[in-house]
């Protein structure tokens, strides 16, 4: 067990969080930010960093990611405040994004997030999708095969 507890120790002590997508890698920003040949005009919205690795494990998307750190929630007390929000609305402020995803879960509260996420990206002269349906109500990215997620994310619409 003491090899297994060193590694984790290892990887708490040199885990950082990216300030500009909220995804977790050894370098700042992450990897995925400083990749240069990703596409820098269109950024994926997505609740959590489970859910950016199951976009990224399908291997079909090449662009940003913005990690909100979870989903609205009434029930639950979560509101606007308490999500990575305010970073996505600076990102958007340069100009250079064209196109936002959204890739949040289909649950209630993911619609909810949708939805509130909409309402504040119409000031925005971008272009706003959503994955196509087909994923489960309920469902999760972060459960979802990679065809699932390949062909919902392929079939994405404006909204």
């Known amino acids: 067990m003491l090899p297994l507890i060193a590694a984790m120790q290892e990887v708490a002590d040199n885990i950082k969080k990216c300030p500009i997508?909220?995804?977790?890698?050894?370098?700042e920003p992450c990897?995925?930010?400083n990749d240069a040949a990703r596409d820098t005009e269109t950024v994926c919205v997505v609740?959590?960093?489970a859910d950016l690795w199951a976009m990224e494990r399908v291997g079909v998307y090449r662009g940003q990611y913005h990690v909100l750190g979870g989903i609205?929630?009434?029930l639950d007390g979560i509101t606007p405040e308490d999500l990575n929000i305010e970073s996505?609305?600076?990102?958007?402020n340069d100009g250079r994004l064209k196109e936002v995803i959204l890739a949040l879960p289909a649950t209630i509260d993911g619609q909810?997030?949708?939805?509130y996420l909409l309402s504040r990206l119409k000031e925005y002269p971008l272009?706003?999708?959503?994955?196509a349906q087909g994923l489960p109500l309920g469902?999760?990215?972060?459960y979802m095969d990679e065809g699932t997620i390949q062909l919902a994310l392929s079939a994405r619409k404006e909204i």
């Open 31 to 33: 990897a995925i930010c």
């Open 88 to 92: 996505l609305f600076h990102r958007l």
């Open 21 to 27: 997508c909220g995804n977790f890698d050894t370098t």
């Open 112 to 115: 909810i997030t949708n939805h």
């Open 127 to 131: 272009k706003v999708t959503t994955l």
């Open 72 to 74: 609205l929630s009434a």
């Open 139 to 142: 469902g999760e990215l972060d």
């Open 47 to 49: 609740q959590d960093v």
